[in-house]
Nanobody, 127 residues
Framework: QVQLVESGGGLVQAGGSLTLSCAAS????????MGWFRQAPGKEREFVAGINRSGTSTNYGDPVKGRFTISRDNAKNTVYLQMNSLKPEDTAVYYCARGDLKAYFLGPNDPRGYDYWGQGTQVTVSS
């Protein structure tokens, strides 16, 4: 079992910044990738960013490239999502997820590769 707890969401004005954190606990040894997804009301879940176990490879969804940065601190079992230049369309519930071996083959942007999900944290960007 793996437990994921997100934090850091909130309300911010357009152009502002937020940093989300995801603390992992439990059996994290079989983790291949950690990812962030988001879901806005009435929309499908969307890939935001992913990072491999060593932190040497990252991937981003097109809408956030150049604005968001994913990183991890393995000593703390924590993954971060630094979000800059936020836009109203970034408003969503953001979820942290753990990818196992399936994610290695499916790619970090496929939610089918993730087997544990956090409870989500709300990010609201006002115009």
């Amino acid at each position: 079992q793996v437990q994921l707890v997100e934090s850091g969401g909130g309300l911010v004005q357009a152009g502002g910044s937020l940093t989300l954190s995801c603390a992992a606990s439990g059996r994290t040894d079989s983790t291949y990738v950690m990812g962030w997804f988001r879901q806005a009301p009435g929309k499908e879940r969307e890939f935001v960013a992913g990072i491999n176990r060593s932190g040497t490879s990252t991937n981003y969804g097109d809408p956030v490239k150049g604005r968001f940065t994913i990183s991890r601190d393995n000593a703390k079992n924590t993954v971060y999502l630094q979000m800059n230049s936020l836009k109203p369309e970034d408003t969503a519930v953001y979820y942290c997820a753990r990818g196992d071996l399936k994610a290695y083959f499916l790619g970090p942007n496929d939610p089918r590769g993730y087997d544990y999900w956090g409870q989500g944290t709300q990010v609201t960007v006002s115009s």
